[in-house]
């Protein structure tokens, strides 16, 4: 039985070395808020981590952990007026600052000041000011804790599909058939692209379907991603546009092969650190292919995720695996280590 002023939370103490333990009721500070929470998600983000660490989410340890939630406010800080206790929200894992050059120019998720928020594997968490004012959105009466907590990931596939600038019709190839592209599948869709996934397992590709793809690639059994692309292309010239969902450099040298010319390649998948890969100048010239990054979210993608996932658009059941408990995280990630793509949903 936990002390009125203590709380269960698990923490990140070192690669591979997660612990449930007891630690302090968080209170809200001037502008924060503190919020109860009800649903958290694991993300391929937080395996990652849990494998390698992090130098940025995880530079002090113990650290909290996990960044996908929603829940309660219990309590609001002085100088709160616009969010109220009792209030379902979810809550978002950055906001930006407003006042840095890259907030100036347009570019929020590029704030040179986007402090990120871990702690979602906890019964409570408190709210720094600067999430609270941006990033703490009130939710929709029928929409559930656990759905509503999808709204960070699909915030990050509506970003990516929105710096595609989709034609109506156009199609669009991606690499990789996890969760991730499951998400991108809802946003391209409602962008109006027709949409061909690529993965391996047969599983995910059913899901992929079922999400709404029109058409899926087996590379168990085209093995070759560019001739298997072109051939679903009219005239044989390629996708307008691949998202590369995969981060690997072999995945995204393979997105090059499989745009049309003049197409565009996102390359949302992070490869990890130090990684290099070998392109073709003379396609990249000649064809006038678009190479761009993507990374994170702004505030209005949030807010446009959060609006199709209470229109009931995106079913969770097609996104998280299964549901668990505070008490099985630390068991959960020790027994699915390199299963990255399983989502399971904290249920508090
Ligand atoms: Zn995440
Ligand atoms: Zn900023």
């Known amino acids: 039985m936990a002390r009125a002023d203590s709380m269960r939370a698990v923490l990140f103490y070192a690669p591979g070395d997660l612990r449930l333990v007891e630690a302090p009721l968080p209170k809200a500070g001037p502008g924060e808020v503190v919020v109860k929470i009800k649903a958290a998600l694991t993300c391929g983000t937080d395996f990652k981590a849990y494998r390698q660490g992090h130098p940025v989410l995880l530079a002090h340890t113990p650290s909290p952990f996990g960044h996908e939630m929603a829940g309660i406010i219990t309590e609001v800080g002085e100088g709160v007026t616009t969010l109220w206790e009792g209030q379902r929200v979810v809550v978002l894992n950055s906001a930006p600052c407003d006042r840095c050059f890259f907030c100036e120019q347009g570019t929020p998720e590029l704030c040179e000041h986007l402090a990120l928020l871990n702690g979602a594997y906890a019964e409570y968490i408190r709210v720094p000011?600067?999430?609270?004012?941006?990033?703490?959105?009130?939710?929709?009466?029928?929409?559930?804790?656990?759905?509503?907590?999808?709204?960070?990931?699909?915030?990050?596939?509506?970003?990516?599909?929105?710096?595609?600038?989709?034609?109506?019709?156009?199609?669009?190839?991606?690499?990789?058939?996890?969760?991730?592209?499951?998400?991108?599948?809802?946003?391209?869709?409602?962008?109006?692209?027709?949409?061909?996934?690529?993965?391996r397992n047969p599983e995910r590709l059913r899901l992929a379907i079922a999400a709404g793809a029109d058409e899926v690639i087996d590379l168990t059994r085209e093995s070759d991603g560019t001739a298997a692309v072109r051939r679903r292309t009219a005239g044989g010239r390629g996708a307008g546009g691949v998202i590369?969902?995969?981060?690997?450099?072999?995945?995204?040298?393979?997105?090059?092969?499989?745009?049309?010319?003049?197409?565009?390649?996102?390359?949302?998948?992070?490869?990890?650190?130090?990684?290099?890969?070998?392109?073709?100048?003379?396609?990249?010239?000649?064809?006038?292919?678009?190479?761009?990054?993507?990374?994170?979210?702004?505030?209005?993608?949030?807010?446009?995720?959060?609006?199709?996932?209470?229109?009931?658009a995106v079913p969770p059941e097609l996104l998280i695996d299964r549901e668990i408990s505070l008490e099985e995280v630390v068991p959960f990630f020790a027994a699915n280590r390199d299963a990255s793509t399983l989502k399971a949903a904290v249920i508090m």
């Open 244 to 312: 590369e969902a995969v981060g690997k450099p072999e995945t995204w040298v393979m997105s090059m092969g499989m745009v049309r010319k003049g197409g565009r390649i996102c390359l949302f998948g992070g490869c990890a650190a130090g990684s290099k890969v070998e392109l073709d100048t003379h396609r990249i010239h000649y064809d006038e292919i678009t190479l761009f990054g993507v990374f994170h979210h702004r505030p209005a993608h949030v807010r446009q995720a959060l609006e199709v996932l209470s229109n009931g």
């Open 129 to 199: 000011p600067h999430i609270t004012r941006h990033n703490v959105h009130p939710l929709p009466e029928h929409s559930s804790f656990h759905a509503a907590a999808l709204a960070e990931p699909f915030a990050c596939a509506l970003h990516a599909v929105d710096k595609m600038r989709i034609q109506p019709g156009e199609t669009i190839a991606v690499i990789g058939a996890g969760n991730t592209a499951r998400l991108l599948i809802f946003a391209l869709k409602a962008a109006g692209a027709r949409v061909l996934i690529m993965g």
